[in-house]
């Protein structure tokens, strides 16, 4: 090791572990350091420089008796502790997922090599040869590590499509065909191949087989037999495989030893892992996996289905990670079958109908955007160049013949439910179309890269993510031939945004919260009632608190269901404004005569989501303090709340909204409302008709994010053994921090208020739950280990953090619901939503910091 790297790796190391706790081995956590200090890049002796200083992965793997896996795993949390570019984790994942390709072509890779040659394990045992006799000829074991290397050689040499699944899985029969090929052709060497190989010549086993003039070629053979896509893996042949053939024959490396050389110099040079890690003995215990099979990777690629998603495509447990990515391109080409990358005739007349007709405007925008997608996936090296763009436009043009296809069946169904009404607005919105491109060229990397690399997509394109969802519906209502594990994709990616990237600091969504003067919409106002739960855990059209588990049709609807009632308008179009708009509370100030004795009634307008019933509270109505609160902040900032009620006809106790005023900077006291200003008419509602109150995309936003957060509430409910009624309760306290305390998601993720609100209200009920039984259980759903973002990785990986998240905050929003529990009057379907409390500045700093 260079006495540079080292230091530096030891400067690193000592530094994270005065900051961090370092659990595990310390040897591991060096190895991290080491690695990062041998691929920060260095001066070469002539111009330009190298990637790292030659350092191999598995030796500092070996040397540290660390596993591969192990490695991974630490490696994420040294990323985040030490705060290394963006660059530097993204090459670290794709190293991941390089692995992870190959562990899952290995696993097939077994296999076939087993129906096409012998099994390694059936060759008999060597003799002992002199230095003088001349070399035995090679074992059917050395035809499968030839044959292995080969492979991860070609795949090393094009970076393109070293983590393409598809691409990877067809260089490997293009070995497979080469070296069956030579086998045939060398007519002493016959006892290497299986006699019952169904791709054999039908006199093979004749005594008079002689082989045939070559060149021979199997490949379409292999494709039937064994998965694969002939036409994929003629156009990788011919593009990349032969060229890297003709290569090693010009550089006279095609024998074993060569070839391991050179392949050891290219992992060694780009900081690779060297994948003939898959060949030795002790495979499992280098890489980490228990057990005699190399299982690791397929859950990796494998598509969960979302919780939300469960009732409508189930897990698919019997095909492989090659089986499935094989059928989706395969489905992917059918769709498109004699498709061109341009509009159909039936499309420019739809475009042409239009007041203004858009195609000029369509062509153009797709041309820029092919453009900078390119850009994306230039090759590097003079002899790979070109190569990444060609794949990057051979992505784009499949994505282009599936955006046209899908925007002709998007524009018929919008006229069915508008009628003749002109389009012309929705279609030149520039983000609507972008998205929908977008869209179809995140079904075609998923496709071939399963499981994709969302939000790559977005972020080439600088597309806001709140903007970007909104099409994902429309997408998969108007072409009902997507793939099911591609549906199960659009699906995982929506929950990412309604779950995380939405709530970024500078997102749109909070531009659209501002139009509606921070007052996001309840979930009675988004939901239809008949999708509510009353009291009793049934629908209702009443008074509602949580959505049952199928609230509305979802994207991954079957054939046959009624289309979409939120037209493209709608989806992208601001929350409605004007007088009609709803009011937290009426300043009691403006509505309460000063005379304290006067009798007259007036109109307190309760905020809540249903039509008005009116009732009146006559005038003199004691209000009765019951109890105060006092929560303190870490800076010694304190807030005192009075609890206040008045007793209604059902012989409990109403509670009524207090008001803020900041005394000081120690202490906040909250000014009670003055008996003359409940001598009025509080107000609630009743819903009028089956449909949600609030159109726009705010609301189908919320009305998305109230399904989603519910599904995952029952679920964690379910495993906590948590009843009905306090998950009721759980729900009240959510929406609520949802809807009052918004700012509250700013750089969050929407599963740590949900932990949060559990974690409280199981606190005050007295039903306590660890938060570590919290957590475990929250683990155990599809999208607790991949969707959560950096922002949040706290909420898997830190207890100590997320509690502290809670104290911080969580406490400031539920207080108000945790001290009428306390004193044993909750009544659920009577609170009324408080006035909003404004936080003094060190609260709020609190309320602003992302972890």
């Not at 995309?697 to 009305?703: I, N, P, V």
């Amino acid at each position: 090791m260079d006495e540079e790297a080292s230091n530096e790796a030891w400067k690193s190391y000592e530094n994270i572990s005065k900051n961090y706790t370092l659990e595990g081995s310390e040897l591991h956590w060096l190895a991290c350091a080491l690695y990062v200090a041998c691929r920060t890049a260095i001066p070469t002796v002539g111009k330009g420089t190298a990637e790292g200083n030659y350092v191999s992965l598995t030796r500092i793997l070996s040397c540290s008796e660390q596993s591969l896996i192990e490695f991974f795993n630490k490696m994420k949390k040294w990323q985040d502790m030490a705060s290394l570019p963006q660059d530097f984790c993204q090459s670290t994942e794709k190293l991941e997922r390089n692995f992870t390709i190959s562990a899952v072509i290995f696993k097939k890779y077994v296999p076939i090599f087993k129906a096409i040659f012998k099994a390694p394990s059936d060759d008999p045992p060597r003799v002992h040869r002199s230095r003088k006799q001349r070399r035995h000829p090679c074992t059917v074991a050395e035809v499968f590590n030839f044959c292995w290397i080969l492979f991860v050689n070609a795949k090393g040499n094009f970076p393109m499509i070293s983590d393409d699944l598809v691409n990877s899985y067809h260089l490997l029969l293009c070995a497979l065909d080469l070296v069956f090929s030579n086998a045939l052709l060398c007519n002493t060497r016959k006892e290497l191949l299986n006699p019952n190989f169904k791709g054999l010549p039908e006199d093979f086993n004749s005594k008079d087989y002689k082989p045939t003039a070559g060149p021979y070629c199997f490949i379409e053979q292999l494709c039937e037999l064994h998965d694969g896509l002939v036409l994929e893996a003629k156009g990788v042949k011919e593009h990349f495989w032969k060229p890297f053939i003709k290569r090693l024959f010009h550089k006279k490396t095609v024998c074993n030893a060569s070839m391991g050389r050179v392949y050891e110099e290219h992992v060694l040079a780009t900081g690779g892992l060297d994948e003939r890690i898959f060949l030795g003995e002790g495979a499992n215990e280098d890489i980490g996996t228990p057990g005699p099979c190399l299982c690791v990777g397929a859950s990796a690629l494998k598509v969960s289905t979302p919780l939300t998603g469960l009732k409508y495509v189930q897990d698919n447990c019997l095909g492989t990670p090659v089986s499935t990515a094989m059928q989706s391109v395969g489905r992917l080409h059918s769709l498109l079958t004699g498709l061109k990358h341009r509009p159909s005739g039936k499309l420019t007349d739809l475009l042409r109908a239009c007041a203004r007709d858009p195609s000029e405007t369509i062509s153009t925008r797709l041309k820029d955007m092919c453009q900078v997608f390119c850009q994306h996936f230039e090759g590097k090296g003079e002899e790979n160049a070109g190569l990444g763009k060609d794949i990057a436009v051979k992505y784009f043009r499949l994505a282009e013949a599936l955006y046209y296809k899908t925007l002709e069946a998007v524009i018929d169904q919008e006229k069915e439910r508008l009628g003749d009404t002109d389009l012309s607005g929705i279609l030149e919105q520039d983000v609507f179309q972008r998205s929908l491109l977008a869209c179809c060229l995140e079904i075609v990397i998923f496709s071939y890269r399963p499981p994709g690399d969302f939000p790559r997509v977005i972020h080439i394109f600088q597309l806001p993510a709140y903007h970007f969802y909104k099409v994902i519906e429309v997408l998969v209502r108007a072409e009902q031939g997507l793939f099911r594990e591609v549906v199960k994709h659009l699906n995982q990616v929506e929950e990412q945004v309604l779950e995380s990237l939405a709530w970024r600091g500078g997102s749109p969504l909070w531009d659209s919260v501002r139009e509606a003067k921070n007052q996001p919409p309840a979930c009675q106002e988004v939901m239809p009632p008949q999708h509510l739960e009353d009291g009793d855990g049934g629908s209702s059209a009443g008074i509602s608190w949580l959505p049952p588990p199928s609230p509305s049709p979802l994207p991954t609807s079957p054939p046959g269901v009624s289309p979409s009632p939120t037209t493209l308008l709608d989806r992208y179009s601001s929350p409605p404004t004007g007088p009609a708009r709803r009011r937290l509370f009426v300043d009691a100030s403006f509505d309460t005569p000063s005379d304290p004795s006067s009798t007259t009634t007036t109109t307190t307008t309760v905020r809540t989501s249903q039509a008005i019933v009116t009732t009146t509270i006559p005038a003199g109505q004691t209000v009765v303090t019951m109890a105060t609160a006092t929560v303190t902040a870490n800076n010694g900032q304190t807030v005192t709340i009075p609890v206040q009620g008045i007793a209604n006809e059902n012989g409990g106790i109403t509670f009524i909204p207090v008001q803020v005023s900041v005394t000081g900077q120690g202490t906040a006291m909250l000014q009670p409302l003055s008996a003359q200003s409940l001598t009025g008419t509080l107000t609630t509602q009743v819903p009028s008709n089956n449909k949600p109150q609030k159109k726009g995309s705010l609301s189908l936003f919320f009305r998305k994010v109230y399904h989603m957060a519910s599904v995952r509430l029952r679920d964690l409910c379910a495993k906590l053994d948590i009843s009905s009624e306090l998950r009721r309760k759980i729900w009240t306290c959510f929406e609520y921090s949802l809807v009052q305390c918004t700012e509250l998601m700013m750089d969050r993720h929407l599963d740590q208020l949900l932990m949060c609100a559990v974690y409280v209200m199981t606190k005050v009920t007295k039903e306590d739950k660890s938060f570590q039984n919290i957590m475990k259980c929250y683990r155990s759903q599809p999208q607790a280990s991949s969707s959560v973002s950096t922002a949040s990785r706290a909420l898997c990986n830190d207890v100590q953090c997320i509690q502290k998240v809670f104290r911080h905050v969580c406490v400031y929003v539920c207080v108000c619901v945790y001290i009428q529990y306390q004193l044993k009057v909750w009544t659920p379907l009577q609170i009324h939503p408080l006035r909003r409390i404004m936080a003094p500045e060190g609260m709020a700093a609190v309320l602003r910091a992302p972890n």
